[in-house]
């Protein structure tokens, strides 16, 4: 099965912008939206966004997601050393009948 | 809270058979489809399988297909995997999640080996 596309690692400086990205199709990404989920090593993964770019209650508003046709975007700002993790996105596909996660991205914070 | 404590993972050899439980607690179960999700020493996250709140549905990822088998008793509040034909491939921390809800257990290892 596909999965979702994006970058295996991305640096930026302390208190810089992060933008992570992650591309589908229309029959996910683009139709479904995506999840965003952040994994520190040996935990669970928590979730950021959900499908509908919403923010669970607890998670920091420098974590904002948006999706432009299908491609799904994760911006972090004010970066902090607590943000260095590994980002996935997820997302469902009508067509597959299957959930999809992104291969993850490794956001290191100089 | 919401808990969601897998459980059932250990060492088998190849070609093994295993089965996996998630206790969930503190949500409505049976209003949620359910998901095993399992993530390989040092590699990302892949679905596995789901099961809809009625068992009406159920979905596998192509590299299960055939060896696995979800289920699910919403009277328990208890999700399963049964696998079969197990390979070093399998080898992964196993997680249940509903996935449209931030709801994770801690995980647990199943390690496929001689």
């Known amino acids: 099965q596909a999965g979702l596309t994006q970058p295996p690692s991305l640096s930026k400086d302390l208190r810089q912008t992060a933008t992570l990205t992650c591309t589908g199709n229309s029959n996910n990404v683009g139709n479904q939206g995506a999840t965003w989920l952040q994994q520190h090593q040996g935990h669970p993964p928590k979730v950021l966004s959900e499908r509908n770019n919403n923010r669970p209650s607890g998670v920091s508003e420098r974590f904002s997601a948006s999706r432009s046709g299908n491609t799904a975007s994760l911006t972090i700002s004010g970066l902090q050393p607590e943000d260095e993790a590994d980002y996935y996105c997820l997302a469902w596909d009508s067509d597959l009948t299957a959930w999809l996660f992104g291969g993850g991205t490794k956001l290191t914070v100089l | 809270d919401v808990q969601l404590v897998e459980s059932g993972g250990r060492l088998v050899q190849p070609g093994g058979s295993l089965r996996l439980s998630c206790l969930a607690s503190?949500?409505?179960?049976?209003?949620?489809?359910m998901n095993w999700v399992r993530q390989a020493p040092g590699k990302g996250l892949e679905w596995v399988a789901h099961?809809?709140?009625?068992?009406?549905?159920?979905y596998y990822a192509d590299s299960v297909k055939g060896r696995f088998t979800i289920s699910r008793d919403n009277a328990k509040n208890s999700l399963y995997l049964q696998m079969k034909s197990l390979s070093g491939a399998d080898t992964a921390v196993y997680y249940c999640?509903?996935?449209?809800?931030?709801?994770w257990g801690h995980g647990t290892l199943v390690n496929v080996s001689s």
């Open positions: 503190g949500f409505n179960f049976r209003d949620f489809g």
């Open positions: 999640s509903p996935l449209v809800r931030d709801y």
């Open positions: 099961i809809s709140g009625n068992t009406g549905s159920i």
